[in-house]
């Protein structure tokens, strides 16, 4: 029979692998030998919120410090799955107490940086990031996440510093390359930014934001063509992407293709499709492609929003003064 402490090394094991069942089977047994063990009980939860089952997952974390209040990663882990459920303040208060019970844990610094940026507090995002960099110095990823939140504060300059120390430590450091060429792009150096964006998805293929990005920069260069595939390309990966959809519904608007742009607008879903950019579009494919009185009227509920900037859009197209 296997102890509690191997089976929780193994778990941890299969988790870096990401074989994420086996993780779960092996923190499950050693939860059979001793069900009062937190650090399994924080495992457990750390998985099963990786697969949104999230009663299951705040249980078991929530019995974790139950059994050891001062337990950092529970707090850490804890706080990342109540902030993705919507209950921010209890989420930033554990991820506070994690770094207050262990201020030496570098994951819990880490994670306090990204959930700090991901509510718009960078400020705070920084801080931690900073703290968690004093332990690790050298660390590229933390470096990486030190640079969004200076590009956050629009301090560009500081942040691309950031990035470049962490590609020249590690060159195949893919989320530093996207988010250099992220950064190269809100300043407008576009061939910078497709080189680097380029970098990243090489090195990382399947991530999304970088891929947006690039479509960006590329339609920016007048590559509709490029644009185009890379914006189908991450359609692909992640079908739910509403905002890129519709940009990629604007483009073949754009190129004369009104059916392609409707057949887009069909698939997008939520509240996106509220918005006045989405009626405006939506008004302008229907006009284009044979329905003139069904974009029309769309057009012109929208042209009745006074401070709006596709408010004014509609106007102008129905030539409204």
Not at 42 to 68: D, I, K, M, S
């Amino acid at each position: 029979m296997h102890t509690i402490e191997e089976l929780l090394r193994a778990g941890i094991d299969a988790h870096g692998r990401g074989d994420l069942a086996e993780a779960m089977q092996l923190y499950q047994s050693a939860l059979e030998l001793d069900a009062d063990n937190a650090s399994a009980h924080n495992n457990l939860g750390f998985v099963l919120g990786q697969q949104q089952q999230w009663p299951e997952a705040l249980a078991h974390l929530r019995t974790a410090l139950r059994l050891n209040p001062q337990l950092s990663m529970a707090h850490s882990n804890l706080g990342q799955l109540l902030v993705a459920t919507g209950q921010a303040a209890e989420g930033i208060d554990h991820l506070e107490r994690a770094v207050a019970c262990d201020p030496d844990n570098i994951t819990a610094w880490d994670n306090l940086a990204r959930i700090r940026i991901l509510l718009g507090d960078f400020e705070g995002g920084e801080y931690a990031a900073i703290r968690a960099l004093k332990l690790r110095p050298h660390d590229p990823h933390l470096l990486t996440r030190l640079g969004i939140a200076l590009a956050a504060q629009k301090r560009v300059a500081e942040a691309l510093q950031c990035y470049q120390q962490a590609i020249a430590i590690d060159r195949n450091h893919s989320e530093a390359w996207a988010q250099l060429g992220i950064t190269r792009f809100l300043r407008n150096d576009l061939g910078s930014a497709h080189e680097a964006l380029e970098i990243a998805i090489a090195l990382s293929p399947h991530d999304t934001n970088a891929l947006r990005h690039l479509a960006l920069v590329s339609l920016s260069l007048g590559n509709r063509e490029d644009a185009i595939a890379l914006f189908e390309r991450l359609l692909a990966l992640q079908p739910e992407d509403s905002a890129s959809r519709l940009d990629l519904a604007v483009i073949f608007l754009a190129a004369q293709q009104p059916e392609v742009a409707l057949a887009h607008l069909a698939l997008i879903n939520g509240a996106l499709t509220e918005s006045s950019k989405f009626l405006f579009y939506r008004g302008l494919a229907l006009q284009q492609n044979g329905q003139p009185d069904l974009g029309n009227s769309l057009l012109q509920e929208l042209a009745k929003q006074g401070d709006d900037a596709y408010g004014e859009k509609a106007r102008k197209i129905l030539q409204i003064h």
